[in-house]
């Protein structure tokens, strides 16, 4: 089965300071990987995807992530947040032969000014 | 094109009542998916549907839930009797048929069963 774990629950940080929120994946098969934002009172929106190729994928909103299969991870970075990244991230994980995406249990980025 | 689409988008009912909640696909998209989001659970997937067959209900809580598709841009949630401990949101969502396409998500429909 798979499975998906954000480390981190909350992450707190100043404007302008770097982010990166954590996300682990399990697997036995080939897995298409994703990181949605939520912001308050809304659905979830696509900030990116990892399906092949390119290990370091590019998303809206400035945000990047890099596919790492030796350590299963999907880390999700910014190199300078602003107050209005300030929302609910969540990492998800779906297998290449089937169509169920697996959400982690989601990290949530608070930006200080 | 128009998003996902959900109705109603807040709902407040008494318990043992029905609760019926609404979804339009994106046009030509195949899977449909219902997920419930919680403080304690988090996104769970509840059912989903590829060309409007049911595929894995296996997140369906209980009898007292049943999702259906009368056509292939429409689906329906239904809880009956309604408690208070299925107050979630419900996010309907869509997708083309590939586990590469993106899954499309609906802004929610708010339950607040007291």
């Known amino acids: 089965a798979q499975s998906v774990t954000q480390l981190d629950s909350q992450v707190p940080v100043f404007e302008e300071a770097p982010v990166e929120l954590r996300c682990n994946y399990s697997?036995?098969?080939?897995?298409?990987l994703f990181w949605y934002v939520q912001y308050p009172n809304q659905g979830l929106q696509l900030l990116l995807k990892y399906l092949s190729g390119s290990t370091l994928v590019k998303g809206i909103n400035g945000f990047e992530a890099e596919f790492n299969k030796s350590q299963t991870s999907f880390h999700l970075r910014k190199p300078s947040v602003h107050i209005s990244d300030t929302a609910e991230y969540f990492c998800?994980?779906?297998?290449?032969?089937?169509?169920?995406?697996?959400f982690g249990t989601g990290t949530r980025l608070q930006v200080f000014p | 094109d128009a998003g996902v689409i959900q109705s109603p988008r807040h709902e407040v009912t008494e318990m043992g009542q029905e609760v019926t909640l609404r979804c339009k696909l994106i046009?030509?998209?195949?899977?449909l998916f219902w997920y419930r989001q919680t403080m304690m659970r988090g996104l769970e997937l509840l059912i989903y549907f590829n060309n409007n067959v049911p595929i894995d209900d296996s997140g369906m809580p209980e009898d007292r839930f049943s999702a259906k598709m009368p056509n292939a841009s429409f689906s329906t949630l239904k809880i009956q009797p309604s408690e208070p401990r299925d107050s979630a949101v419900y996010f309907c969502?869509?997708?083309?048929?590939?586990?590469?396409?993106?899954?499309?998500f609906g802004e929610g429909s708010w339950l607040t069963v007291v």
């Open positions: 697997s036995s098969v080939s897995v298409y």
């Open positions: 998800a994980v779906r297998i290449v032969e089937a169509d169920k995406l697996i």
């Open positions: 969502a869509s997708s083309p048929l590939t586990p590469s396409g993106t899954i499309y």
């Open positions: 046009s030509g998209h195949n899977s």
